[in-house]
């Protein structure tokens, strides 16, 4: 099976009776820890979402044995047949508006403003560094920004963090929001309204159309009873935030882990990141980083390519 941009591998296993489950290598030596998925799974199945329920279990070794949701990805279905994209994620935003009115499980780390203006840090020590030279004093000053954007912004959300087409699987023998099957959650926190809602609709893989984003914000602020303008502050404050962090991420899995299929992914992100700036409450933060940052160019990144070339042969 495909593996993610962590270090977990996945491999489906048949049983002579027909039967299949998947199992998850996650190294513990590589900072995976089985035993926050299996909690989180189990919690999230018990809030009627559908999670791989956990078959057995060597949180030591690293190993889950868990249910096989099948292949049917949201990403992969929209892709055969685009018809599909508006009721496949409605169906995910119903997920998110569910979770926004239920208090999170005990002991998630949280996205305050002042850790989520520290997370951008990648944008400016892998991207900026690696295509403009060291940051020096400018990743204070973005950062600073960045926290002054989300004071005045609902916090404290259940969030699952990789919240995309590509982690979510449609099970349509299931009913209501267990139709949406969740891949990817053990990295989940507690953070600003419209996290997930922004990692669903500003795909780094995908492009959404814009007639689903907008009518996916409306769908989200009308069943989650909040105001039009704070789902859409919020929104545009995490694609800005969150791309500025995937810019820099996959910008260190091309250099650090030579995986430099990542930066064919930059010039999309960069997109999300202009095109959330222009929200009149992120003026001060786009001043900062459209002066910080060069734009990713085909130029940019084939210099990128290169680079990853040549730490491939160290």
Known sequence: MAED???????????????????????????QD????????????????????????????????????????????????????TPLYAAAVDVLIALDGQAPPPGLPALDPATLGDMIEPAYTW??????????????????EVKAVFQDLPNGIFALRDYHAE??????????????????????????????????????RRDVSRAVIEAMLDRFATGTNRDKDTVRTAFAAVGVQRN??????????????????????????????????????LAGLAARVLDDLPVPTDTVIEDLKRQCDAARQV
């Open 167 to 204: 982690n979510l699987i449609w099970l349509p023998d299931r009913t209501g929001n267990a139709r949406v099957g969740l891949l990817d959650f053990q990295d989940a926190v507690c953070g600003p309204v419209a996290y997930d809602l922004a990692s669903l609709l500003l795909d780094a």
């Open 5 to 31: 941009a962590s270090t977990r591998r996945y491999f489906r296993l048949t049983h002579k009776n027909g039967q299949t489950a998947v199992l998850m290598d996650a190294a513990p030596e590589a900072g």
């Open 244 to 281: 500025l962090r995937i810019l820099g991420v996959f910008t260190r899995l091309a250099l650090l882990h030579g995986k430099p299929r990542y930066l064919d992914f930059l010039p999309r992100v960069w997109r999300y990141v202009e095109s959330n700036l222009r929200h009149p409450a």
């Open 127 to 144: 991207y900026r560094r690696a295509v403009a030279g060291a940051p020096g004093g400018l990743l204070s000053a973005a950062s600073g």
């Open 34 to 85: 089985t035993a926050i998925f299996a909690r989180l799974g189990a919690d999230l199945n018990g809030r009627g979402l559908s999670a791989p329920r956990v078959l057995a279990e060597d949180h030591a070794l690293g190993f889950l044995l868990l249910e096989d949701l099948g292949d049917g990805l949201i990403a992969q279905l929209v892709e055969e047949r685009l018809e599909q994209e």
